[in-house]
């Protein structure tokens, strides 16, 4: 079997999300500064969201829910992948093409289903005219998505990992520039968009060459290979849809309330640190891992990975849950509280993110148990799960909004993701020891929640002593981060004494994986 180092891609993808992350915490700083919660913000926010919801309709989730594991396949058989990535990449051009011309035409109807709320406001006509700029990124980025696919199935993460930096790369001086020269800072913001698409598309396209497969674009054939993709990939369409479905859920009802959606969104961005560099990392390294080892035959080696995988999740997550929950005003202040945006804004975008902590667990393992499933090429009954869990998200985001208003739809999208983790566990079970824990895991993780538990006392404790300097101007940067390291030193020691983890584990995996 062609290996795939799978603790070295776990770091490497998790490294270049997390430097991804950093620079957007630095954009999202400045879009906070600069623009602030209100009508552009949100009108921005909800423009962006229609690209990227149906990036992950076709690319993300269903393509390469179906192309990864064939093409892996192939690659690992030496049948043509190069000819069947041809396929896919024409078959993938011409949907996602024809898919931006009719939303470039049909944009205020688009708008008016996904922020209903905004209609008979400025900014439903601020959401149609940015959707118009940035909707093609989708273009870019679903093809930048197969490129990466290819990339990671052949073991090579760092350039499909890389790519999404450069969005970051140019819309931080974008931004800069914009405020420097006094002009209309949201506009410089729209107009980097589709501009790093293009970026992103060229940069994995390049590193795919390097990686020696190539191919000439074409008109789309529809052959047997291509008919198989696209069976495996319309439930998995579906199922991405409906998780694109329980966004829109909860941006209709935000929608409601001025300044909410951009709340959502400061939120969203914090929670997703730890889902990018963790949850993102293990899906995309386990995908094409899993699926080797089935087409070899080794069991043991396939559980030996998903135990892995799900050790590294969950030692990572479950403290960054417990840190939302515990200290989400003084992370949400320092990070977020200046310019345009003020004290009310922090206090609101906190609580969304203690809620999102409730389900940050979910969420991860959601992209740990879903590759056991796409593998094997069964997309059809993680659709079915999702449509569960779209019902209840739908459910509580409607049901709960005339009680909580905007913080309904937070609640909403953690539980549902419970929902969503609890029928993906249930329905893995037919695939045998393949799809549990193994005994190594399950001694540690109850270790890992008391570490867990410690770290919250710590960090309780250190945001009593340190309180009087988070608020201080000039000292709150230093104090947020002794916040942190006092509250992760705590978590690593008493993992490290406990036996929830074992750094020369983590060294000789490094080594063997080198």
Avoid at 23 to 51: C, Q, T, W
Wanted: hydrophobic residues 60%.
């Amino acid at each position: 079997m062609k290996p795939i180092r799978l603790i070295s891609g776990f770091l490497t993808v998790g490294f270049w999300t997390l430097m991804s992350r950093v620079l957007g915490f630095a954009r999202e700083i400045l879009i906070l500064a600069y623009i602030g919660p209100g009508s552009a913000l949100d009108a921005f926010v909800a423009a962006f969201r229609l690209p990227n919801m149906f990036r992950r309709f076709f690319a993300e989730g269903a393509f390469n829910a179906a192309f990864v594991p064939m093409f892996s396949k192939k690659y690992e058989a030496d049948e043509d992948a190069a000819g069947f990535a041809r396929d896919a990449f024409n078959l993938l051009a011409i949907s996602v093409l024809g898919l931006a011309a009719l939303a470039m035409i049909f944009m205020p109807a688009l708008v008016w289903l996904t922020a209903e709320g905004f209609y008979g406001d400025e900014r439903f006509d601020m959401t149609v005219g940015f959707g118009h700029i940035v909707f093609p990124y989708i273009v870019f980025m679903s093809l930048a998505a197969l490129f990466s696919g290819i990339l990671n199935a052949t073991g090579r993460f760092a350039a499909a990992a890389a790519a999404p930096v450069l969005l970051n790369v140019l819309v931080v001086p974008a931004l800069i520039i914009g405020a420097a020269v006094g002009g209309d800072v949201v506009m410089w913001l729209v107009w980097t968009i589709p501009i790093a698409g293009v970026a992103q598309l060229a940069f994995v396209w390049i590193a795919t060459l390097r990686a020696g497969i190539s191919f000439r674009p074409g008109l789309p054939h529809v052959t047997p290979d291509m008919r198989r993709m696209l069976a495996i990939a319309v439930p998995a369409a579906l199922a991405s849809g409906v998780m694109q479905i329980n966004l829109v859920v909860g941006q209709i009802v935000a929608s409601a309330t001025p300044g909410a959606v951009s709340w959502l969104f400061a939120a969203d961005r914090l929670y997703q640190l730890p889902l990018g560099v963790v949850g993102i990392a293990v899906g995309i390294v386990l995908l094409p891992d899993l699926s080797r080892r089935l087409r070899a035959g080794d069991d043991d080696g396939a559980q030996y990975a998903f135990s892995r995988a799900g050790e590294f999740a969950l030692f990572l997550t479950i403290p960054c849950a417990v840190a939302f929950l515990v200290i989400p005003l003084p992370l949400v202040s320092v990070l977020f509280e200046r310019g345009a945006t003020g004290a009310d804004d922090s206090a609101a975008i906190a609580v969304a993110v203690a809620i999102y902590g409730l389900g940050l667990p979910a969420f991860v393992l959601q992209k740990l148990l879903q590759p056991l499933y796409f593998a094997r090429e069964d997309t059809r009954r993680p659709f079915h799960y999702a449509v569960w869990a779209m019902i209840v998200n739908a459910a509580l985001a409607f049901g709960l909004s005339p009680f909580l208003s905007w913080m309904a739809p937070a609640i909403a999208a953690s539980v549902s993701a419970w929902v969503m983790v609890a029928q993906l566990a249930l329905g893995a079970r037919r695939y045998g020891a393949v799809a549990r824990f193994d005994n190594r895991l399950r001694s540690r993780l109850w270790r890992i929640c008391l570490c867990s538990g410690v770290m919250a006392a710590a960090l309780w404790g250190a945001t009593l002593i340190l309180s009087p300097w988070l608020g201080m101007p000039g000292w709150r940067y230093g104090a947020l981060l002794v916040l942190i390291a006092a509250g992760s030193v705590t978590y690593f020691l008493s993992a490290h004494i406990t036996g929830a983890f074992r750094f020369s584990e983590l060294r000789g995996a490094a080594r063997r994986s080198a």
